[in-house]
C-alpha cells in the first residue's frame, strides 16, 4: 500500500507562485511515476504534469508549460510541484497520484489540496 498526502495549497494573487508537496510513503517500488491532476469546480480531472522517479523527468500540459515545474527529493520520498505566474483559470482541488511505470493507471491517490488564485 503506497499513501500519498499533499500540502502546500492557497490562496494567491494572479501572478504568483505556490509550491505543492506530496509526500510518499508505503511500499514503492524502484520504479514508479508521480503524476499532478487538477479538478476545478464542475470540470473533469485534468492531467497536470508527471516525473518519473528513477531518472528524474518531466512532462507537462500545454498549458501550464513554462509556468510549472515537478521535481522530486529522494530523501525526503516527496514530490514538488512549483506553480509560478499562476492565472486564475488554475484554480483547482490539485492531486498527487502514484501508478508504477509499467501501468497507465494511476492506483494510489492523495486526498487533495486547494489553491485559489485572485484576479
Known amino acids: 500500500q503506497v499513501q500519498l498526502v499533499e500540502s502546500g495549497g492557497g490562496l494567491v494573487q494572479a501572478g504568483g507562485s505556490l509550491r505543492l508537496s506530496c509526500v510518499v510513503s508505503?511500499?514503492?517500488?524502484?520504479?514508479?511515476?508521480i503524476g499532478w491532476f487538477r479538478q476545478a469546480p464542475g470540470k473533469e480531472r485534468e492531467f497536470v504534469g508527471r516525473i518519473y522517479w528513477n531518472a528524474g523527468t518531466s512532462d507537462y500540459v500545454d498549458s501550464v508549460k513554462g509556468r510549472f515545474t515537478i521535481s522530486r527529493d529522494n530523501a525526503k520520498n516527496t514530490a514538488y510541484l512549483q506553480m509560478n505566474s499562476l492565472k486564475p483559470e488554475d484554480t483547482a482541488v490539485y492531486s498527487c497520484?502514484?501508478?508504477?511505470?509499467?501501468?497507465?493507471?494511476?492506483?494510489?491517490w492523495g486526498q487533495g489540496t486547494q489553491v485559489t488564485v485572485s484576479s
Open positions: 508505503g511500499r514503492t517500488s524502484s520504479s514508479y511515476v
Open positions: 497520484a502514484a501508478r508504477e511505470i509499467m501501468v497507465t493507471t494511476y492506483k494510489y
